[in-house]
């Protein structure tokens, strides 16, 4: 039924945002460094690496620069119209496709790069391992705002990242796992709705009082 709903949706999706892809596609040939489509290499089901395609917003060679495969707020290597693509998270939509494709579903835990997945704890690795990454779930709900996050901790940032993100937004994950269903789903497609509407919003805490606290250090 999950898979069946991913492609149906999916599909209408793709149909239905296909008028504004083509002259955002054309805007970020020219206002970047003529690329359109970023392919980044993720974690997917089964340990299995995929590519995860967006918009490209970042300057071409990130992931070499300084900052490595973590974005912390006021990036400098955030391109001028990628900053708003990423606010809003239209910078994603190109993802539609890899959900139809089957690599990811829409909601799951968030694909990560191989880096970044390997600083969730060894036993966080392996019980959401055999999990189909999702282009959306609880741990993108709460951290929403994971880049403001980096930019105001006093850690370095791939510090703040490793200690307190990661084994935090893992934990979600194990929590979304240990209640998924159907119905679960579909609440937390809403709540991605809201909250990208109303970036400060913590409807999410009304609705899960039995999610994992989260502690900052």
């Excluded at 809003?88 to 990811?104: A, C, M, Y």
């Excluded at 679960?184 to 899960?208: E, G, M």
Aim: aromatic share 10%; charged share 20%.
């Amino acid at each position: 039924m999950k898979r069946i709903f991913d492609i149906v949706s999916s599909g209408i999706f793709i149909i239905l945002i296909s008028p504004l892809l083509i002259p955002l596609m054309i805007l970020l040939n020219f206002t970047g460094e003529g690329k359109i489509f970023y392919i980044q290499q993720r974690i997917g089901k089964g340990g299995k690496s995929f590519g995860l395609l967006k918009f490209a917003t970042m300057l071409e060679n990130s992931q070499n620069l300084p900052g490595g495969d973590v974005t912390m707020g006021n990036d400098p290597r955030v391109l001028p119209v990628g900053k708003i693509l990423r606010k809003t998270k239209i910078n994603e939509l190109p993802q539609l496709l890899n959900i139809f494709k089957g690599d990811i579903s829409v909601v799951g835990p968030r694909p990560l790069t191989p880096k970044t997945f390997g600083y969730y704890p060894k036993a966080i690795q392996h019980e959401i391992r055999d999990l189909k990454p999702g282009l959306t779930g609880i741990g993108s709900i709460v951290f929403r705002d994971e880049e403001r996050i980096l930019a105001n901790s006093p850690k370095p940032h791939l510090q703040c990242y490793e200690e307190d993100i990661a084994p935090y937004k893992g934990a979600l994950e194990v929590w979304y796992k240990k209640h998924q269903s159907f119905f679960l789903d579909l609440q937390l497609i809403f709540l991605t709705i809201w909250v990208i509407i109303s970036p400060n919003s913590k409807i999410y805490q009304s609705f899960y009082k039995d999610l994992p606290e989260m502690s900052l250090k």
